[in-house]
């Protein structure tokens, strides 16, 4: 079966660390993306990739970091420059940009 | 689960009744339209869609409709069920480059 996978599901950071979370797609899909979801809040995007070796900045990016060196693959690193790290990360892919998203299961990050 | 439905605006309903579920959108540009529905730490699903050409969309027991007047998109669930609990979100494409904007959502809970 075709589809997005995030992992791990969860993920503990201590402070000071980089750590980075995973997001494969076996869609065939040109466009992937990194929303942020905090508890009350929209899903706010952090970067995305329209094409492989090419990526933008979202609304929230400092103190993140991707690649795009496959197509299947958009990783995540989230820095010891993010200060508040801890929230619930969603990985998502779309045919193209003009097309709705198909999202992964997303990741916990949380703070120890 | 991931607490993603605190502090959001909360729909209860009893199990049979309809629901519906608004959203205001932002951008009289935007010319495509999302609701997707999310469990409790899962990754967001896609429900229904709608083009700026259209007024009213029907899938299975959901409905959107679109008010471009006053940028209010609505989604009707007919014969709510248990199972339909979970946030929903409403998403524009508006944004620079055709990227979604995601709403905040709306908690909906069936009471059985």
């Known amino acids: 079966d075709g589809g997005i996978t995030q992992s791990p599901k969860y993920l503990f950071r201590k402070e000071g660390q980089n750590v980075t979370l995973s997001c494969e797609q076996n869609?065939?899909?040109?466009?992937m993306y990194w929303y942020r979801q905090d508890p009350g809040q929209g899903l706010r995007l952090i970067y995305y990739?329209?094409?492989?070796?090419?990526?933008q900045k979202g609304d929230i990016a400092e103190g993140y970091s991707v690649s795009r060196e496959k197509k299947e693959s958009f990783p995540l690193t989230v820095t010891s420059a993010q200060k508040n790290p801890t929230a619930f990360y969603l990985c998502?892919?779309?045919?193209?940009?003009?097309?709705?998203?198909?999202f992964g299961s997303g990741t916990r990050l949380t703070v120890v | 689960g991931e607490s993603v439905g605190l502090h959001l605006p909360t729909l209860s309903v009893q199990e049979g009744d309809n629901s519906i579920i608004n959203c205001a959108y932002s951008?009289?540009?935007?010319?495509?339209f999302i609701w997707y529905k999310q469990e409790s730490g899962k990754g967001p699903q896609f429900i229904i869609d709608?083009?700026?050409?259209?007024d009213k969309r029907q899938g299975q027991r959901v409905t959107v409709l679109l008010n471009k007047t006053v940028k209010h998109l609505s989604l009707q669930i007919a014969a709510t069920q248990p199972g339909d609990s979970a946030v929903y979100f409403c998403?524009?494409?508006?944004?620079?480059?055709?990227?979604?904007?995601f709403g905040k959502g709306t908690k909906l809970s069936v009471k059985p």
């Open positions: 869609l065939n899909h040109d466009a």
């Open positions: 998502a892919s779309s045919i193209t940009p003009f097309y709705g998203y198909t």
């Open positions: 709608i083009r700026s050409n259209m």
């Open positions: 990739s329209q094409i492989v070796n090419d990526f």
């Open positions: 951008n009289s540009a935007s010319d495509y």
């Open positions: 998403a524009e494409r508006g944004g620079s480059q055709g990227n979604l904007i």
